[in-house]
């Protein structure tokens, strides 16, 4: 019997977390008839683009304690690191902490992920399921009976794919590609500090995580010029607690976020959800007005939080429950009120949601007030200067202007998947209408199975998306714990899949004379 194939493209987190489900997903039986192919170009399985090779400045922004690559086990990495620390000497100050609130560089994560596709696929092996990885870029995918995956050196023939490619990169807002001292990709930024530390000054765009690794990489470093981060609300992430404790919802519960989605999609009320979001901070004794209380700059803000060091930040610990929910949340709403959250409520949740180690924020602090760093906020525009070799930005506010050296594009992923900057995979898909970008963010899913849309609006049941391009679809999906629920999801899926195939191959032979 012919095996079925299983193309995944992208060797990255999601991989392995799906690759890892999958594996403890089917029985033996099955197993021996599945063969699972990896196209990954980098030579390293498991660490992808976010957790690569880089220096030790770039930290997760989660105590390793609460990081893993499975749905089920959210210590994964604490024991690896426990058990790596014995034969690693550089590790051990990590384990001699609280893992908790230890947050470790992410290219250790990285490590991490690299040994656990080692033993899921031993696992694997063990179980007669084939693991074959292809150390290349897939450009193409072609429709029909079978799906045709062509890589840089050939094509093979799968019945599922599964798009795992991690984001779309960062978008040129401002036409700089050609242009001397522009970096578009920050990361890794090891290679990049020599060259960045002979720049007498440095602008980031964005004030996101990713701006707050690239400021915080430099001075580590020992840069000492002027660092400018801009963007358009000026808003740095919010400073992470304690990670003491887990919240267990009281008030938006699965079962009420259920009632109100069980009305229709798009039914519920973004005032009902938010009265649950409410209702829930009271009961940690968290003040909704405080949340979204403001300041008059970024630095008074940060110095507010900072005052709050090595304690428990109760809404903190709300808003990281509502993983268990914020999916079914976001799919109960109306297009008209998921377009207002968007527009009006995106930007705040981002910065509480996914906030940044104390470590950093600290740094961050000092250097503004030393006069180093700078967060400017309000619109800009941006243009070359050949003859003096910078890049001049006007600030469309205060009709002032600076000039730099370098400009570094710290903007972090695109939400929208339309751009000729998109990758080749991407545009294809696109063209050929097998794909079709979802207004509110990367490409249009099915809800329930991650089966990718097509133009005509078709679900295709046999390719699925995991990660960042099925913002839209998800609206919280940066976070790893939700890849790995996701992944377990799309491979209990394939799983039945498989089994009902295997059902109806034996009832046809059973039935032939």
Known sequence: MRKTDIAVIGGGAACVAFLHHLVTAVDCATAARVRVRIFEPRPRLGP???????????????????????????????????????????????????????????????????DFAVEVRKSALKKGLEVQVVHEEVVAIEKGARFHVQSSEGSITADHVLLAMGSAGSFDAYGLSSAQGYIHNPYPLQPKLPALLKSSNVCIIGTGLTAVDVAVALKKAGYEGRIDMRSRSGRLPCVRGLQVRQHTLQEATRCAVMTLAAKGPGKASLRELLRLLRAELRSEGACWKHLFARHPDAQSRLRS?????????????????????????????????????????????????????????????????????????????????????????????????????????????????????????????????????????????????????????????????????TCGTYFFVPSLEMIAKRAQCIAEQIRDDLQRSSAASADYVSEQP
């Open 305 to 469: 939080q900072l005052t709050a060091e090595n304690q428990v930040v109760p809404w903190q610990l709300v808003l990281a429950s509502t993983n268990e929910v914020i999916e079914q949340a976001w799919h109960s709403l109306s297009p008209v009120a998921q377009h207002l959250v968007l527009q009006r409520f995106h930007g705040d949740w981002m910065c509480r949601r996914a906030p940044m180690p104390w470590v950093n924020a600290k740094l961050l602090l000092d250097m503004m007030d030393s006069r180093q760093l700078r967060i400017l906020k309000g619109g800009a525009s941006f243009t070359v200067v050949p003859a003096q070799g910078l890049i001049a930005c006007d600030h469309l506010d205060s009709e002032t202007r600076d000039h730099y050296q370098t400009v570094i594009n710290a903007t972090g992923a695109t939400r929208q998947i339309s751009s000729d900057q998109d990758s080749a995979l991407l545009r294809g898909l696109l063209r050929d209408g097998h794909a079709q970008a979802d207004w509110r963010g990367g490409l249009q899913v099915d809800f329930a199975t991650s089966s990718l849309v097509n133009a005509q609006g078709v679900p295709d049941p046999r390719l699925r998306v995991i990660g960042h391009l």
């Open 48 to 114: 992808g683009l976010a957790y690569q090779g880089d220096c030790a400045a770039v930290l997760l922004n989660r105590g390793a304690q609460t990081m893993s690559a499975s749905a089920h086990e959210a210590g994964a990495f604490a024991y690896w690191l426990r058990w790596k620390a014995m034969n690693a000497e550089d590790l051990r100050p990590w384990v001699a902490s609280d893992l908790g609130s230890a947050y470790v560089p992410r290219p250790v994560f990285g490590m991490f992920l690299e």
